[in-house]
């Protein structure tokens, strides 16, 4: 069984930083895609950054210059450090992967818990 699990939300004023991380668990024979998505109250979720199957970085244009991904393959990890925050950040984040199982020949799409992150003024 695969799970994803996130860590590192919580509450910050504008103008600070925070890290996210998700760790990807279970029966794991490969994982390709691997990203972050949020979504605000009332809002649909969208999506913030992602590594690529080809591991380039696309980003939302929200987030070009404030936000970076990055990932370490041999922990299944993906992480958010989050830059200048504003609170239009104020969200519940989403870690999403695309993992192939050893139970598997083909690749699914998981999701994590949420993390919330708030951004006070």
């Known amino acids: 069984q695969v799970q994803l699990v996130e860590s590192g939300g919580g509450l910050v004023q504008a103008g600070g930083s925070l890290r996210l991380s998700c760790a990807a668990s279970?029966?794991?024979?490969?994982?390709?895609?691997m990203g972050w998505y949020r979504q605000a109250p009332g809002k649909e979720r969208e999506l913030v950054a992602v590594?690529?199957?080809?591991?380039?970085?696309n980003y939302a244009d929200f987030v070009k210059g404030r936000f970076t991904i990055s990932r370490a393959n041999a922990k299944n990890t993906v992480y958010l450090q989050m830059n200048s925050l504003k609170p239009e950040d104020t969200a519940v984040y989403y870690c999403?992967?695309?993992?192939?199982?050893?139970?598997?020949?083909?690749?699914?799409?998981?999701w994590g818990q949420g993390t919330q992150v708030t951004v006070s003024s």
């Open positions: 999403h992967a695309e993992i192939r199982p050893y139970t598997s020949g083909g690749y699914y799409s998981y």
């Open positions: 279970g029966s794991i024979f490969s994982t390709n895609v």
């Open positions: 590594f690529t199957s080809g591991f380039t970085t």
